[in-house]
């Protein structure tokens, strides 16, 4: 069986078509192009209308271009408008995110397989390996928790994704050590809600209980701590990762979504700008090198100019390095969606552009004050091209396989040079 899987949204959804890719090729299944394959995985976001536009579309084109291909679907917009995605054409079988971890035996029984059976001609009694390359990956991004009891105004993620559920550390640790037995060098420890980690977990547990568990696995391998909420992010964790040498990436995504606390509030976040300002400021004077990013929301309703100019005031001085900027999004059933004073398109796609445009000059400044410095670094693609630990992507000369560490001094914003490793 060939089988290809096109993924919609964040690290989670990543993680779990990862893991997906995993089960199918360990049952003998072979990849190929999506208008090539027998079995086509759409994993699906549904934090914006945009993101359930372009899976529809993504649909729709994938059974024009291969009528023969059984597609499923599965992933937030899924589980929120199962109806509205059995209506697409070609799509055979609708998954929810409860069932998500079920779809390889979903997808052996569409084909009719039993567990005992094999896809294909796959290498060996299991089935050929997942490795660095497979689907252009070099890192592995690792889901250690879903679902999250947080209930920000403008999020429909808790409804589709339930309440946070967590993977027991002695889980996690031996899914770590597998990967890197596999031959990763470098895996990205994510969660719909990462901070909540081991709460529902019986002896309780927290996400700083796993990553110092995580920290004593032997091997050669990095981690990354994925997008974790600002009231989440410890001094305890910040002090984990400044002293973990190189297991742990100075690479840190804490979402702020506004700089204006009548607008997080509004949002029901629950803390300040100047909280976060302590944060972040907190992470570069332990790890000067440090990259931080985050998350805003552009015209989220009620945001009069005067909330808007905060951001303004804030960002371009701020200890940040980039910007994943969102144009606020009505998901029906939150509260967002009801309230009133909604700001109008023109103006939310004004000060979304806005906020980019200050989002790459961070960028432009964090990448110029590395200029000299000297990182270690991971090769990627070809070999040609690297990510450092803190997240700067350089081209390299060519002459390195993929998945080699290097040591890459920064010659400009785009651009690096291999030295020596020391």
């Given at each position: 069986?060939?089988?290809a899987i096109v993924t919609f949204g964040c690290r989670v959804n990543q993680?779990?078509?990862?893991?997906?890719?995993?089960?199918?090729?360990a049952r003998g299944a072979t990849e190929a192009p999506a208008h090539a394959a027998d079995v086509v995985v759409v994993n699906t976001c549904s934090v914006t209308a945009t993101a359930d536009q372009g899976a529809r579309q993504t649909i729709r084109r994938i059974s024009r271009d291969n009528p023969a291909a059984r597609i499923v679907v599965t992933g937030c917009y899924a589980t929120r408008r199962p109806d509205e995605i059995s209506a697409l054409p070609g799509v055979l079988r609708v998954v929810r995110n409860a069932d998500k971890e079920r779809l390889a035996p979903i997808v052996g029984e569409i084909f009719g397989l039993t567990t005992a059976d094999r896809f294909g001609d796959?290498?060996?009694?299991?089935?050929?390996?997942?490795?660095?390359?497979?689907?252009?990956?070099?890192?592995?991004?690792?889901?250690?928790?879903?679902?999250?009891?947080?209930?920000c105004s403008y999020c429909i993620i808790p409804t589709t994704r339930g309440g946070g559920r967590s993977v027991p550390i002695v889980n996690v640790v031996a899914g770590v050590e597998r990967v890197v037995a596999a031959g990763f060098k470098?895996?990205?420890?994510?969660?719909?809600?990462?901070?909540?980690?081991?709460?529902?977990?019986?002896?309780?547990?927290?996400?700083?209980?796993?990553?110092?568990?995580?920290?004593?696995v032997s091997g050669d391998v990095s981690l990354r701590i994925s997008s974790l909420e600002p009231m989440d992010c410890t001094e305890a964790i910040v002090d984990?990762?400044?002293?973990?040498?190189?297991?742990?990436?100075?690479?840190?995504?804490?979402?702020?979504?506004?700089?204006s606390d009548r607008m997080l509030q509004a949002m029901c976040r629950p803390y300040t700008l100047d909280d976060y300002r302590k944060l972040t400021e907190g992470i570069l004077r332990r790890m000067p090198h440090a990259s931080i990013g985050t998350d805003?929301?552009?015209?989220?309703?009620?945001?009069?100019?005067?909330?808007?100019?905060?951001?303004?005031?804030?960002?371009?001085?701020?200890?940040?390095?980039?910007l994943h900027v969102f144009p606020y999004s009505d998901r029906p059933g939150t509260v967002a969606s009801r309230m009133a004073r909604k700001v109008d398109g023109p103006i939310v796609r004004d000060r979304a552009a806005r906020l980019r445009a200050i989002g790459a000059g961070l960028s432009s400044h964090f990448r110029a004050s590395q200029i000299g410095t000297i990182r270690p670094a991971l090769t990627l693609d070809d070999g040609s091209v690297v990510v450092t630990d803190n997240f700067l992507k350089l081209r390299i000369a060519p002459g390195f396989a993929r998945n080699v560490r290097v040591q890459v001094r920064v010659d400009d914003e785009a651009s690096g040079t291999v030295t020596p490793q020391s």
């Open positions: 069986m060939k089988y993680a779990d078509s990862l893991s997906l890719e995993e089960d199918l090729r796959g290498d060996g009694a299991c089935g050929a390996p997942i490795e660095p390359g497979v689907a252009g990956r070099t890192a592995f991004t690792l889901r250690v928790q879903t679902g999250c009891e947080e209930r470098e895996i990205a420890i994510t969660g719909v809600h990462l901070g909540s980690y081991g709460r529902d977990l019986s002896p309780g547990a927290s996400l700083l209980d796993l990553l110092e568990a995580l920290d004593t984990l990762v400044a002293g973990s040498g190189r297991r742990f990436a100075p690479h840190f995504h804490l979402p702020l979504q506004h700089a805003l929301i552009a015209g989220f309703p009620g945001e009069s100019d005067e909330d808007f100019e905060a951001n303004l005031r804030y960002l371009p001085r701020s200890a940040l390095s980039h």
